[in-house]
């Protein structure tokens, strides 16, 4: 353990995509790993907690929080768990936006209120929100994209109200990232894909352990002057859209 990785972190979502990622490079650092997602990773991790809750589900949520914290004080949060209702603005419906929200954004809202008693006893914490560089604006992701943005106002909003208590808060946009389902909808070699690769710079897709290695330095207990941000891992896709 180094760099003042050790306690535990809950990560939501962390059972496949993105989020394994981040559960196994924070599980290599030394933290024990609580995962908040519906379904189960395919192996658990030797030093990972798995608890089977649905986001979407409040009250559920609430009382895994509730036992969860009642066990242990963590200090650290990853807001990874994210849903997606493809649509435009003609086809989008109230129910889209409730249940994408439901899961982007009221979760993540109810996490950082559960830990932060923790948080605040120890004068430290890091949060880290994953959003999306959708935040920006993306076709067909109306409910999606308005969610992500959310996501940014949220937390540098928490960066202003927890600053004084030892408290940081971060968001991280990444742009296209191989995980499973991303190459489960856009196939390696398709010409759609090869259309979104031409849009980053650098000319490749992005890696989950990529995206796994800033949330473990914003995690950092060395960190602690950086809060209020979003970051994009999009290989410079972003570059002259990020405000």
């Known amino acids: 353990m180094s760099g003042g990785q050790e306690g535990t972190v809950l990560v939501t979502g962390a059972s496949r995509g993105i989020g394994r990622a981040v559960a196994t490079r924070l599980m290599a650092d030394g933290l024990q790993v609580v995962n908040f997602d519906i379904a189960a990773p395919e192996s658990l991790g030797a030093h990972e907690t798995f608890v089977q809750v649905d986001l979407a589900d409040e009250a559920a949520l609430r009382d895994a929080l509730a036992r969860t914290v009642a066990e242990r004080a963590i ?3 990853v807001n990874n768990a994210g ?3 493809p649509a435009g603005i003609d086809a989008a419906t109230s129910a889209d936006l409730q249940a994408v929200m439901a899961v982007n954004l009221a979760a993540a809202i109810a996490c950082v209120q559960a830990l932060l008693p923790a948080m605040r006893a120890a004068c430290f914490g890091r ?3 994953i ?4 935040a920006l604006g ?8 308005a969610s992500k943005a959310a996501v940014h106002g949220f937390t540098r909003t928490l960066a202003l109200e927890l600053g004084a208590d030892g408290i ?3 968001a991280i946009g990444p742009g296209p990232i191989a995980t499973e389902l991303f190459e489960r909808v856009n196939p390696p070699g398709a010409p759609a894909t090869q259309r979104i690769l031409d849009t980053i710079p650098v000319r490749r897709m992005g890696q989950p352990d990529e995206v796994a ?3 473990a330095s914003l995690l950092d207990a060395r960190a602690g002057f950086i809060t209020g941000q979003v970051v994009y891992v999009c290989g410079g896709m972003t570059v002259g859209l990020a405000p």
């Open 168 to 170: 940081t808060a971060n």
């Open 131 to 134: 959003s999306s560089r959708a």
């Open 75 to 77: 200090t650290r949060l």
């Open 138 to 145: 993306k076709g067909e992701r109306i409910a999606y994209s």
């Open 83 to 85: 849903i997606v209702r």
């Open 213 to 215: 290695h800033l949330v």
């Open 127 to 129: 949060i880290v929100n």
